[in-house]
């Protein structure tokens, strides 16, 4: 089957479109025919060989978290899904791979698409609603009527983000240039700050919780804006030792990642302020909930731009340009 790979790792690398062996599910695994899948920045980062220490994948590698598409085959032991089901995954790591043709799948990471949306529009969900979910229900426990401040609000991540906050009944503040205020408004943002005119630091404040995915500059800044008790995730880093303990870091890494956020942990606990470090994981059954709230209307997919198969690396350098205003999707069918 026809799939998009790297050979080796690099900034300037790009993918290569290759045949290889089309996947044989295990006795756990649903095997999709792909037709439509996400492009994330998590693809290019991978790409580059930013992760590489805590992702250490064997090469060539198929790139691709994010996959839309129809059940061909199903293993012996699965009971959830059957051939010719419509479905949406995020695949866990280590098991990747959504820029091919097809892709085996462990049943538990796979949910039924939404019902009202496309393959394209469900391509686009799995990777920013979990790393949505996740912050904002798991590790922020949001409640009605908390404010939540959430980063780069006209991207992937925040276009869900924020959606999903005024779900929960919070108040929410985000960033994004004036050309996307309008957009970021219709989602449900209730204060939206232009970053390339004013500072957030000097305008929020008290608030209860913040989605970071900038920089360390924005971090810090992040940090003073929270209350005592507040709560920050970070999805761009950096990790924190419970993240590393759990995905079973070797000890050497594991105090590596301890130093690399050893001071943003210890600016938190001055603050009295709860510090983490989210790498989206796999979760069919959260999936599940994300697509009860789409087929309700609570949310919307955003999409920016839809490429076809071949354009694969075209793609990938418009996510990297940081210019795309919500989801980037690559078509097969």
Known sequence: MKAFLIDRYGKDVALRLGDVPRPMPR?????????AAGVNLLDSKIKSGE???????????????????????VGSQVRQFKVGDEVYSRPPDHRIGTFA?????NESDVALKPRNTTMVEAASLPLVGLTAWQALVERM????????FIQAGSGGVG?????????????????????????????????????????????????DAVLHSQGRSELDKSLRVLKPGGTLVSISGPPDPAFAREISLPWFVQVIVRLLSA???????????????????????????????????VIRPVLDRVFPFESTNEALTYVESGRAKGKVVVKLK
């Open 27 to 35: 006795d756990n695994e649903v095997l999709i025919e792909v037709h």
């Open 51 to 73: 992760f590489k220490l805590i992702l250490p994948y064997h090469l060539p590698l198929v790139l691709g978290h994010d996959v839309a598409g129809v059940v061909v085959q």
């Open 101 to 105: 043709e097809c892709i085996a799948v």
């Open 141 to 148: 426990q949001l409640q009605k009527g908390a404010n939540v």
């Open 159 to 207: 276009t869900f983000a924020i959606q999903l906050a005024k779900h929960l009944g919070a108040t929410v503040a985000t960033t994004t240039s004036d050309a996307n205020t309008d957009m970021v408004k219709s989602l449900g943002a209730d204060i939206v700050i232009d970053y390339k005119k004013d500072d957030f630091g000097a305008i929020l404040q008290d608030y």
């Open 263 to 297: 001071g943003v942990r210890k600016k938190a606990a001055r603050r009295r302020l709860n510090y983490s470090f989210l790498f989206m994981r796999a979760n069919g059954t959260q999936l599940r909930e994300i697509a009860t709230l789409v087929e309700a209307g």
